[in-house]
């Protein structure tokens, strides 16, 4: 069945229309202005179903995921003006006076964001082997938690309110942040550590209302036998039980209210709830476990001869400007050579990292042979996406067969190699891969595994984050082409030619791990890479 | 080059670029077999047109003189590309350029009908819209998102952009009546 001209302009339109249909569109639209008419008004369609999708997915990338879908952790709202076309253009203007590359936006986005208010009432600093109730929300250490429930089925956790105060609740609990100043504990046992600027920190219980003077000290709600227990460890606490008086508390005093009654407690229990000093330990030892697993894991990996080439960036002194290459098959020029990137905590305390911020931060490499396709994977923890392209590894320059792999500034990570457009002629072409929006607000900071695996011969091209396919693409007409490197660089592009407008694409952030197989690696290996070596 | 350049100069470039840049970009697209491609040329289209803006007579039509830039960097590219097998013909493509730029006007009011015939829409149609358009996902990949086949997909689409086309096609009337 022929299709009608609508629908060829459709497939035209997506993207998915076939060489035969491509040749009978072309045909019509020579012959037909209605035709080419519907067709701008359909790309004119297209623009701004693009612009406003793209806005939207670029602010939606800048809320928590927790935010987003979970309705029990009320989200972190950020306040959003309306797009100011203006500051856009000062922006552009401010950009081009302090003579770096012009770049234009289709979107104010960057303006958008600068309007951004955090409306969070805490920080979840740490978790440890932490579950939530019924499956909802997820928090992870380093996310902002708005107003609303805190549900912990087992495990401990660390939260800092804005206002100065710790609390350290041991699960199952169930709490309410209510403000930076307040908080209700409906279930469980939480500690406080109330700083001087915190003063007047508030925990409601059903039995009671505690108001901090500047102190540390526990509480402990049962509500089966409709009970709230206050502990003071140290400092003044005064206790409102509903329908009595208040009563003052110092150190070593304690008060329980239940049915029965009001009762003194004449000897705290310390030790029944967990303190700052246990949950450090207890972090430590297990980040101990999980470097030992690593390193343990890691040497058999060193033994695999399909790896090209594996930097694991620790360092044997402050100034160590070799990046060693443990790849089995070492030979010396593999070595890396760091300039400017510094050395910093990578994902556990005695692992190092490499930290790329100045754009002039960058690790060079060299790599010869000629392969039938590539794995690069990573342990990234990307601070902030500053330019159109942030480096992960390129070519210095873009010959047929040098990969280039960056992420984008939307956050999508872009995967590309050159290609000669034939073999007879010099003209350099290239094929780029892209995944969806990988990188947001929700996993800045935080240590990734980030890998793709490329088939020279297949023309296919997988990419993954921790551990999860998120992308693949195969081109149907590949011919059999090959990867070749030469001199690279991780975390910047190197010497790219000459009077090449976008030169600055140093990354922001840290890289712990770099790993370059021979060939592609399945997706059930990546699995294994992500899951030996993740934090915690 | 920018180092040296009257800071007035920049002020006047950013706002005539910015302010023309959707046009553009629309114009660019008719010319590209895909977005990604539009992307690629409009940088190159502004980096030409701030090296050439001294060429730029302050008098004329700045979307003209853009315009021709952005229809070259077009066709170097597309000619550096020259195995992607979705290009159109010469004769085509000078055909498009050419109305685009006659048109351009009319389909800028366009854009600003469609903003607002867009917002009408209900919350569960802007967001199946919202998913379609994202940057850098496919259309089969959203419609299993969305639970639908491919086909059924495609259909709704379909229908949404014919009637936020025709809904804009009202309010340019109605503006103009």
Redesign the interface.
């Known amino acids: 069945m022929k299709k009608s001209p609508e629908s060829l302009l459709h497939d035209w339109l997506h993207g998915e229309i076939s060489a035969e249909d491509f040749e009978r569109l072309q045909e019509m639209l020579r012959g037909c202005s209605e035709l080419r008419k519907r067709l701008r008004h359909e790309v004119n369609l297209d623009l701004v179903l693009r612009d406003h999708a793209c806005l939207d997915a670029s602010l939606r990338s800048w809320i928590p995921d927790s935010a987003q879908d979970n309705k029990i952790l009320m989200p972190v709202r950020f306040l959003q003006r309306p797009r100011v076309a203006w500051a856009a253009a000062a922006a552009l203007a401010a950009m081009l006076a302090a003579g770096l590359f012009i770049r234009f936006q289709t979107n104010p986005v960057v303006a958008a964001r600068q309007e951004e208010m955090n409306q969070g009432s805490a920080i979840l600093t740490r978790v440890m082997n932490a579950t939530w109730q019924n499956g909802g929300s997820q928090p992870r250490s380093g996310d902002t938690l708005g107003t609303g429930l805190f549900q912990l089925a087992g495990g401990l956790a660390q939260i800092e309110f804005f206002s100065g105060a710790t609390l350290l609740v041991d699960g199952p609990a169930e709490l309410e942040i209510l403000s930076p100043w307040e908080a209700r504990c409906h279930s469980g046992k939480i500690r406080l550590r109330v700083p001087p600027p915190a003063r007047g920190f508030k925990i409601h219980t059903p039995e009671m209302q505690i108001e901090d003077l500047g102190t540390e000290f526990a509480v402990e709600v049962d509500p089966e036998e409709s009970s709230t227990e206050v502990h003071v460890f140290e400092g003044e606490v005064h206790a409102q039980p509903t329908d009595s008086d208040l009563v003052v508390l110092h150190d070593g005093e304690g008060l329980r209210r239940c049915p029965a009654g009001l009762k003194a407690i004449n000897t705290v229990r310390p030790e029944d709830f967990i303190c700052l000093e246990r949950m450090d330990a207890m972090t430590q030892s297990r980040a101990k476990s999980r470097f030992s697993a690593w390193k343990e894991w890691k040497k058999q990996y060193c033994e695999d001869d399909r790896v090209l080439a594996s930097y694991t960036f620790q360092r044997s002194c402050n100034w160590e400007r070799a990046a060693g290459n443990d790849a089995s098959t070492t030979v010396s020029f593999c070595t890396g050579g760091i300039v400017g990137a510094r050395w910093t905590q990578g994902r556990w305390p005695e692992k190092d990292a490499l930290e790329f911020k100045r754009p002039g931060d960058r690790v060079r490499i060299r790599l010869s042979g000629v392969y039938e396709g590539l794995t690069f994977a990573c342990w990234i923890k990307v601070d902030g996406l500053d330019r159109k392209y942030n480096a992960l590894l390129l070519t210095d320059g873009y010959e047929p067969g040098e990969p280039h792999w960056q992420i984008l500034e939307d956050g999508r990570v872009m995967f590309s190699v050159a290609y000669a457009i034939a073999p007879d002629r010099q003209e350099v072409a290239d094929k780029v891969y892209y995944t969806p929006v990988i990188f947001n607000h929700s996993n800045l900071g935080r240590w990734h595994h980030l890998a793709v695996t490329y088939d020279a011969v297949k023309g296919e091209t997988t990419h993954y984050f921790d551990g999860k396919q998120v992308s693949r693409e195969t081109l149907p007409d590949q011919q059999r082409r090959h990867v070749i490197y030469g001199s690279c660089e991780i975390g910047n592009w190197g010497l790219p030619a000459e009077g090449h407008e976008f030169p600055v694409r140093n990354l922001n952030g840290c890289i712990d791990e770099f790993v370059i197989y021979k060939l592609p690696l399945q997706g059930t290996e990546m699995v294994t890479l992500y899951q030996a070596g993740k934090q915690d | 080059m920018?180092?040296s350049a009257p800071?007035e100069k920049?002020?006047t470039?950013?706002?005539l670029?910015?302010s023309h840049?959707?046009r553009l970009?629309?114009f660019v697209?008719?010319l590209m077999?895909?977005?990604?491609a539009v992307d690629e040329v409009?940088?190159?289209t502004?980096?030409v047109a701030?090296r050439k803006f001294d060429q730029f007579d302050p008098g004329s039509n700045f979307m003209a003189w853009a315009a021709a830039i952005a229809r070259f960097e077009s066709l170097k590219h597309l000619r550096?590309?020259?195995?992607e097998?979705?290009v159109?013909?010469d004769?085509?493509l000078d055909?498009?350029a050419e109305?685009?730029l006659e048109?351009s006007e009319v389909?800028e009011q366009?854009?600003a009908a469609?903003?607002s015939c867009?917002e009408k829409l209900d919350a569960r149609q802007k967001h199946l819209?919202?998913?379609?358009?994202?940057?850098?996902?496919k259309?089969h990949e959203v419609a299993a998102e969305a639970g639908k086949s491919t086909q059924a997909f495609?259909k709704t689409i379909?229908r949404l952009?014919a009637s936020?086309?025709s809904c804009?096609e009202r309010q340019m009337k109605q503006a103009g009546a």
């Open positions: 920018t180092d800071p920049y002020e470039f950013v706002r670029f910015v840049e959707a970009r629309g697209r008719t077999p895909h977005w990604d409009m940088q190159e502004s980096l701030w550096r590309k020259s195995r097998r979705l159109f013909n004769d085509i055909l498009l109305e685009s048109e389909l366009q854009r469609l903003g867009l819209l919202q998913m379609a358009y994202q940057p850098g996902v259309f495609y379909q952009r936020l086309l804009a």
